[in-house]
């Protein structure tokens, strides 16, 4: 096949060569531009004695050099693996020698410009002079990689919710719209559209909202170098127009209170929402007060991005639609047994995006049945799938499986309650959910509040749902990419 940085640029770059592609702050890169600093940065890490397959960790914000340099190692058949620049040192330790890379993009105040590691040959410094001048050397008539099917052209690493991160390969066709439609079946993206993805591109959802749904149409993509926050955000939405919106559900929350007067008839027209389920209340609250049509979509790190999505024009709060071509979905038992339409089942997957395998942890495969069971819990009902959990985050009370999302979902409506988060805790020698609550500004944490969240949970949960007890907190853990660790949930006091 031909090499994928030629399939998602060459024939936008030769109808609309001076279109921007990507925007940040004052700068703006065309079409043009881009592609001949990928053949420089291709140049660059090919002249530096690189070889086919060799990885590269991209670690820095949000800026168009993080799309040249891991666009231009898929030009050179390198393997870039883009990891979150905010991370401590060990962990970029962890990360550089398990990759075995070779290389690292990264900027001077983050931790990866000083880890070191056993295979670690060379380390670009965005600003540095030194590695300016020697880009600016660089040949830019290397050739495009041949790849196959099979090639790999990227890799991830998981969030590491449940302990270590571990290494997602993908092949590198996976970059590409064809490959899985969301753009075409859902975002219904255009040349004409903008895009603004808020979660950032070490993350497998902003990592192709920019790449396969902003490049991949010939549309403009917003860059943000900053970590989220409102009034940089605020000021992106009224300055560049940004026509499609991805974030994940608390910065959406966080923006009905900061920006809702600005989406409300501004140039957004479509919001989306992964990275954590959307609850009920979120979505009906965001669609209210924006007048924005948000859609839930479910994904992960191990089949790419988004899988399963609402639909523009059929969303149903507290629902995650169904599934984008060309996935197909099954729920499973603990026996592997399909489940019927409102029985709780383990989700699996099979699409052309699949990883091929972890990261030298070939023997767990998914490629060899084709299927890829992620460990999350849905019930299939009139209306899409609701996501009720992590199979490893439910438990039983009293004979009944207790999800935490769904108990989180009824809290999280109570006025007081800006974020929940549900475990199971032991007393008297039985499993008991216990909630640990986030109050929205006004509320302070009390026995008279504590039985008042008490008896709003029993209208609507069963008995065993119902929390035991209720931890008032600052914060919940959260993993870099905004997911909720519920193991850590039991340390608070």
């Given at each position: 096949?031909?090499?994928?940085?030629?399939?998602?640029?060459?024939?936008?770059?030769?109808?609309?060569?001076?279109?921007?592609?990507?925007?940040?702050?004052?700068?703006?890169?065309?079409?043009?531009?881009?592609?001949?600093?990928?053949?420089?940065?291709?140049?660059?890490?090919?002249?530096?004695?690189?070889?086919?397959?060799?990885?590269?960790?991209?670690?820095?914000?949000?800026?168009?050099?993080?799309?040249?340099?891991?666009?231009?190692?898929?030009?050179?058949?390198?393997?870039?693996?883009?990891?979150?620049?905010?991370?401590?040192?060990?962990?970029?330790?962890?990360?550089?020698?398990?990759?075995?890379?070779?290389?690292?993009?990264?900027?001077?105040?983050?931790?990866?410009?000083?880890?070191?590691?056993?295979?670690?040959?060379?380390?670009?410094?965005?600003?540095?002079?030194?590695?300016?001048?020697?880009?600016?050397?660089?040949?830019?008539?290397?050739?495009?990689?041949?790849?196959?099917?099979?090639?790999?052209?990227?890799?991830?690493?998981?969030?590491?919710?449940?302990?270590?991160?571990?290494?997602?390969?993908?092949?590198?066709?996976?970059?590409?719209?064809?490959?899985?439609?969301?753009?075409?079946?859902?975002?219904?993206?255009?040349?004409?559209?903008?895009?603004?993805?808020?979660?950032?591109?070490?993350?497998?959802?902003?990592?192709?909202?920019?790449?396969?749904?902003?490049?991949?149409?010939?549309?403009?993509?917003?860059?943000?170098?900053?970590?989220?926050?409102?009034?940089?955000?605020?000021?992106?939405?009224?300055?560049?127009?940004?026509?499609?919106?991805?974030?994940?559900?608390?910065?959406?929350?966080?923006?009905?209170?900061?920006?809702?007067?600005?989406?409300?008839?501004?140039?957004?027209?479509?919001?989306?929402?992964?990275?954590?389920?959307?609850?009920?209340?979120?979505?009906?609250?965001?669609?209210?007060?924006?007048?924005?049509?948000?859609?839930?979509?479910?994904?992960?790190?191990?089949?790419?991005?988004?899988?399963?999505?609402?639909?523009?024009?059929?969303?149903?709060?507290?629902?995650?639609?169904?599934?984008?071509?060309?996935?197909?979905?099954?729920?499973?038992?603990?026996?592997?047994?399909?489940?019927?339409?409102?029985?709780?089942?383990?989700?699996?997957?099979?699409?052309?995006?699949?990883?091929?395998?972890?990261?030298?942890?070939?023997?767990?495969?998914?490629?060899?049945?084709?299927?890829?069971?992620?460990?999350?819990?849905?019930?299939?009902e009139e209306g899409g799938y609701r996501y009720v959990g992590r199979s490893n985050e439910m438990f039983k009370c009293d004979?009944?499986?207790?999800?935490?999302?769904?108990?989180?979902?009824?809290?999280?409506?109570?006025?007081?309650?800006?974020?929940?988060?549900?475990?199971?805790?032991?007393?008297?020698?039985?499993?008991?959910?216990?909630?640990?609550?986030?109050?929205?500004?006004?509320?302070?944490?009390?026995?008279?509040?504590?039985?008042?969240?008490?008896?709003?949970?029993?209208?609507?949960?069963?008995?065993?749902?119902?929390?035991?007890?209720?931890?008032?907190?600052?914060?919940?853990?959260?993993?870099?990419?905004?997911?909720?660790?519920?193991?850590?949930?039991?340390?608070?006091?």
């Amino acid at each position: 096949m031909e090499n994928p940085v030629v399939t998602l640029l060459q024939k936008t770059v030769l109808a609309h060569g001076d279109k921007a592609a990507l925007l940040q702050d004052e700068k703006s890169l065309s079409y043009n531009e881009l592609f001949r600093s990928i053949k420089r940065y291709a140049g660059l890490l090919k002249g530096n004695g690189l070889g086919d397959g060799d990885r590269v960790v991209i670690a820095m914000p949000d800026c168009p050099e993080f799309i040249c340099a891991f666009l231009g190692c898929l030009y050179a058949g390198l393997v870039p693996v883009p990891v979150n620049d905010s991370l401590g040192r060990s962990l970029f330790e962890y990360i550089l020698n398990d990759s075995e890379a070779k290389a690292v993009f990264t900027v001077a105040e983050c931790a990866a410009s000083q880890t070191e590691s056993a295979a670690l040959k060379r380390r670009y410094l965005l600003g540095d002079a030194g590695f300016l001048s020697e880009l600016a050397k660089a040949s830019y008539t290397t050739p495009p990689a041949p790849y196959s099917e099979s090639t790999i052209g990227y890799m991830l690493y998981t969030s590491g919710s449940t302990g270590f991160p571990k290494g997602v390969p993908h092949y590198g066709k996976n970059i590409l719209p064809q490959v899985n439609r969301y753009g075409d079946e859902v975002l219904h993206v255009s040349a004409d559209d903008v895009l603004f993805s808020v979660s950032k591109l070490f993350f497998a959802y902003g990592l192709l909202n920019t790449i396969t749904y902003a490049l991949g149409y010939g549309a403009t993509s917003i860059l943000m170098y900053e970590k989220p926050y409102p009034a940089k955000i605020k000021q992106i939405l009224i300055e560049k127009r940004p026509t499609i919106l991805f974030a994940v559900p608390s910065v959406h929350s966080m923006l009905i209170e900061e920006a809702a007067a600005v989406l409300q008839g501004g140039s957004v027209r479509l919001a989306v929402s992964a990275g954590e389920t959307l609850s009920a209340p979120l979505c009906t609250l965001f669609q209210e007060k924006t007048g924005v049509e948000i859609l839930d979509g479910f994904g992960s790190t191990e089949v790419g991005h988004i899988v399963l999505s609402n639909f523009p024009g059929e969303v149903s709060p507290g629902r995650t639609g169904r599934p984008v071509p060309p996935w197909q979905v099954r729920l499973l038992d603990t026996k592997g047994r399909e489940v019927p339409d409102g029985h709780p089942g383990s989700i699996n997957l099979s699409g052309p995006m699949l990883l091929p395998y972890y990261w030298k942890d070939r023997g767990k495969s998914p490629s060899v049945i084709d299927w890829f069971d992620t460990g999350d819990m849905f019930v299939r009902e009139e209306g899409g799938y609701r996501y009720v959990g992590r199979s490893n985050e439910m438990f039983k009370c009293d004979g009944n499986w207790v999800s935490p999302v769904q108990v989180e979902k009824i809290i999280e409506s109570h006025p007081a309650i800006k974020e929940c988060g549900v475990t199971g805790r032991k007393l008297v020698g039985t499993i008991r959910p216990f909630a640990y609550v986030v109050l929205n500004s006004g509320y302070t944490g009390s026995l008279r509040l504590e039985t008042e969240l008490t008896n709003f949970a029993r209208k609507t949960l069963a008995p065993s749902m119902c929390p035991v007890g209720y931890i008032f907190c600052k914060a919940l853990p959260r993993t870099e990419t905004g997911k909720v660790q519920r193991f850590k949930l039991l340390e608070i006091q």
